[in-house]
């Protein structure tokens, strides 16, 4: 089959992944071969490529957004057919017997492994992944739409409950990528009074027109204070940002698996019990609920699809800001 495969961290100027043949995946015990229809691109596919986050081994086939049909089944497995539609996301695998796991938070587990990152992910043309976080896709979604949702939606949702935002509340976005743009549409179905803060004048218009109450830059102050807000930009100092805008009692969910620093700031900034708070992966439960809710709403994704021989420049133009949305690797 052919894949994407990262050998090496590097700059993506140097096209840091390869386009080659590599033997078709065989599923193990417990496990589900996909054949991959689509695999969107995420910004920590990125941070992994260039070496922002470094790899946990190489080489890797990136990819963690993944949409396919069961091709093969692995011995153990039941609930799965051949031929059945499935979703693969970052979450890959987690011990299930740490006291993190019998508690309900999986995503903290210490044996926790992830896409792209410890197993091969879905920038290829087929993939295997353990059957019990396989996710089921609802079925109004076409392959394309579907996979944005895989991460930056779930992700987006998770935030969501981190940050304790109630339907009706007054929520910041500081950022307006691909997870924003998916997670100011729950919040405004949940009738949340939603502020945007981007550098960029076309988010801020699409921010308006998508529900939002008011839309500004990184530095501006939204109107009323927040009962909890959501950074999605890999930058400290956004993330002071939103700590100055919560109002008492207000909490700052860090949506990034990588950050630049967090800047020194006055404690009166955090005094009136505000919080700060990172989102760190997800849980089934999390991702089961998002889709559920997402085919409800419905939610949304704003995508343009790319040729898998095409993944380095597509990373490209996600690096250079270019992307409108998010980008769908199709097989």
Same mark, same amino acid.
């Not at 100027?13 to 015990?29: A, F, I, N």
């Not at 946990?56 to 993944?66: A, K, N, S, T």
């Not at 996710?135 to 109004?140: E, H, K, Q, T």
């Not at 991702?287 to 949304?300: N, Q, T």
């Given at each position: 089959?052919?894949?994407?495969?990262?050998?090496?961290?590097?700059?993506?100027?140097?096209?840091?992944?390869?386009?080659?043949?590599?033997?078709?995946?065989?599923?193990?015990?417990?496990?589900l071969?996909?054949?991959?229809?689509?695999?969107?691109?995420?910004?920590?596919?990125?941070?992994?490529?260039?070496?922002?986050?470094?790899p946990?081994?190489?080489? =890797?086939?990136?990819?963690?957004?993944?949409v396919?049909?069961?091709?093969?089944?692995?011995?153990?497995?039941?609930?799965?057919?051949?031929?059945?539609?499935?979703?693969?996301?970052?979450?890959?695998?987690?011990?299930?017997?740490?006291? !993190?796991?019998?508690?309900?938070?999986?995503?903290?587990?210490?044996?926790?492994r992830?896409?792209?990152?410890d197993?091969d992910?879905?920038?290829?043309?087929?993939?295997?992944?353990?059957?019990g976080?396989?996710?089921?896709?609802?079925?109004?979604f076409?392959d394309?739409?579907?996979?944005?949702?895989?991460?930056?939606?779930?992700?987006?949702?998770?935030?969501?409950?981190?940050?304790? =935002?109630?339907?009706?509340?007054?929520?910041?976005?500081y950022?307006?990528?691909a997870?924003?743009?998916?997670?100011?549409?729950?919040?405004?179905?949940w009738?949340?009074?939603?502020?945007?803060?981007?550098?960029?004048?076309?988010?801020?218009?699409?921010?308006?027109?998508l529900?939002?109450?008011?839309?500004?830059?990184?530095?501006?102050?939204?109107?009323?204070?927040?009962?909890?807000?959501i950074?999605?930009?890999?930058?400290?100092?956004?993330?002071?940002?939103?700590?100055?805008?919560?109002?008492?009692?207000?909490?700052?969910?860090?949506?990034?698996? !990588?950050?630049?620093?967090?800047?020194?700031?006055?404690?009166? !900034?955090?005094?009136?019990?505000?919080?700060?708070?990172?989102?760190?992966?997800?849980?089934?439960?999390d991702?089961?609920?998002?889709?559920?809710?997402?085919?409800? =709403?419905?939610?949304?994704t704003?995508?343009?699809?790319?040729?898998?021989h095409?993944?380095?420049?597509?990373?490209?133009?996600?690096?250079?800001?270019?992307?409108?949305?998010?980008?769908?690797?199709?097989?």
């Open positions: 089959m052919r894949a994407a495969v990262l050998e090496r961290s590097g700059p993506i100027s140097q096209t840091p992944l390869s386009l080659r043949e590599v033997p078709s995946p065989v599923p193990g015990p417990g496990e071969a996909l054949r991959v229809a689509a695999c969107g691109i995420c910004r920590t596919d990125l941070q992994l490529a260039e070496g922002d986050l470094p946990r081994r190489l080489p =890797i086939i990136p990819g963690h957004q993944v396919g049909t069961v091709a093969a089944i692995g011995a153990g497995v039941e609930g799965w057919l051949v031929g059945e539609r499935a979703g693969i996301a970052w979450l890959g695998g987690a011990c299930g017997s740490c006291s !993190h796991c019998l508690a309900g938070q999986e995503n903290l587990c210490l044996d926790a992830f896409t792209g990152w197993r992910g879905g920038f290829a043309e087929a993939v295997t992944v353990n059957a976080f396989a996710l089921r896709i609802p079925g109004s076409a394309v739409a579907a996979a944005p949702l895989l991460c930056g939606g779930v992700i987006g949702y998770r935030s969501l409950k981190v940050s304790g =935002i109630k339907p009706g509340g007054r929520l910041g976005l950022g307006f990528g997870s924003a743009l998916l997670t100011i549409q729950v919040a405004v179905y009738g949340c009074e939603v502020f945007v803060c981007t550098r960029s004048k076309g988010e801020q218009s699409r921010a308006l027109a529900g939002a109450s008011w839309a500004g830059g990184y530095d501006d102050r939204p109107p009323s204070p927040l009962d909890a807000a950074t999605f930009a890999p930058v400290g100092d956004v993330v002071v940002n939103a700590l100055k805008a919560l109002d008492r009692g207000g909490t700052v969910a860090i949506n990034a698996i !990588h950050l630049d620093r967090v800047p020194e700031f006055g404690y009166e !900034h955090l005094w009136w019990e505000r919080q700060l708070r990172s989102v760190a992966n997800f849980t089934r439960n991702a089961g609920e998002f889709l559920r809710l997402a085919a409800e =709403i419905p939610v949304r704003e995508f343009e699809t790319s040729p898998l095409e993944a380095n420049s597509a990373l490209a133009r996600l690096a250079r800001g270019e992307v409108r949305g998010a980008v769908v690797l199709t097989m």
